[in-house]
C-alpha cells in the first residue's frame, strides 16, 4: 500500500515552519492541499482522491484535514502534528490575525477589537477559536461535514477520542520543544520514510511570542487581567490536559 505523510496544519502551531521543511525535504514531492472554502473540512478519503493522480506525492499539509484516518486504501496515512500551550496559541492567533488580510469574521474582529474583546467575540459565536482548538481539532468523533460533534459527545470524550488519536503516532511534536521535536520526528519517521530529516525552521512568528513560555503567559495574563484569564483557562482545560500530555510524552 502507498504511504504518504499527512501533515494536520492546526492553525498557529508552527505549521508553516513545518512545511517549509517538508518542502526543503521533498521539494515537488511535497504539496499543500485546502479548499477555498473557509472553515472547510478535508476527509482522509478525500485527501485520497486528490492524491489519486499524483503518484509522486509523499507528503502534503493541510489546514483542512481532520482524523480519522482508518481504512484509506490505496493509501496509507501517517499523520504529522504539533500541539501547543493553548493560552499561548489564542495569543499568537490574534497579534496574526488583527494584520492578517483575510475577510474571515475573527480576523476582521482582530482588526478591530483588543485581545479581550477579541477573544469574548469568539465565545459568544460559540467558535472553538478559543476554546479546545486543539482537541476539537484532532477528535475522531464527527459530523458527516467534518465538524466536530459537539451536540452528540461531551467535550471529555473528545478529549479521550484526541488522546486516542495521538497515541497513534510516532510521537507528537510541541511549538514549546519545537528542535528536539523536530529530531525526534526525523528520527522515528525515518523509519518509515527512509532518509526522512525535519530540519528546524521558523517562519510566520507573530509579535508577542519572544522570550520563555512562562514569561508570555505571565504577559497574556497582565495583558486580560487575572479574572478573564482565569475563565480563559478554564475555557481550554481540554487543550491544556492534551499539551501535559504531549509534553510528557517527549520527556
Not at 475573527?106 to 465565545?123: G, K, P, Y
Not at 451536540?151 to 503516532?169: K, M, P, Q, Y
Request: glycine residues 6%.
Amino acid at each position: 500500500m502507498r504511504r504518504v505523510l499527512a501533515h494536520i496544519h492546526l492553525f498557529k502551531n508552527a505549521g508553516t515552519s513545518v512545511e517549509q521543511g517538508l518542502r526543503q525535504l521533498y521539494g515537488g514531492r511535497w504539496v499543500s492541499y485546502d479548499k477555498p472554502v473557509a472553515n472547510a473540512r478535508i476527509t482522509a478519503e478525500e485527501l485520497v482522491g486528490f492524491l489519486a493522480d499524483k503518484p509522486e506525492v509523499v507528503a502534503v499539509s493541510s489546514h483542512q484535514l481532520r482524523p480519522p484516518f482508518e481504512d484509506t486504501p490505496p493509501v496509507s496515512f501517517d499523520p504529522l502534528v504539533f500541539v501547543r500551550h493553548p493560552i499561548d496559541r489564542i495569543r499568537s492567533a490574534y497579534e496574526f490575525e488583527r494584520v492578517q488580510d483575510v475577510d474571515t469574521p475573527s480576523a476582521t474582529a482582530a482588526a478591530r477589537l483588543d485581545f479581550a474583546d477579541w477573544i469574548e467575540f469568539n465565545h459568544e459565536r460559540k467558535s472553538i477559536q478559543c476554546a479546545n482548538f486543539q482537541v476539537l481539532g484532532l477528535t475522531a468523533l464527527r459530523r458527516p461535514n467534518g465538524a466536530p460533534n459537539r451536540r452528540g459527545h461531551r467535550l471529555d470524550e473528545h478529549l479521550e477520542s484526541a488522546i486516542a488519536f495521538l497515541g497513534t503516532l510516532p510521537v507528537t511534536g510541541t511549538v514549546e520543544q519545537y528542535e528536539r521535536s523536530c529530531s525526534l520526528i526525523s528520527e522515528r519517521y525515518a523509519l518509515s520514510y527512509p532518509g526522512f530529516e525535519l530540519r528546524p525552521a521558523h517562519v510566520n512568528s507573530t509579535s508577542g511570542g519572544e522570550g520563555d513560555l512562562a514569561d508570555r503567559l505571565d504577559a497574556t495574563k497582565r495583558r486580560l487581567g487575572a479574572a478573564a484569564y482565569a475563565e480563559l483557562v478554564a475555557a481550554n482545560e481540554a487543550d491544556l490536559e492534551l499539551w501535559r500530555r504531549a509534553t510528557e510524552a517527549l520527556g
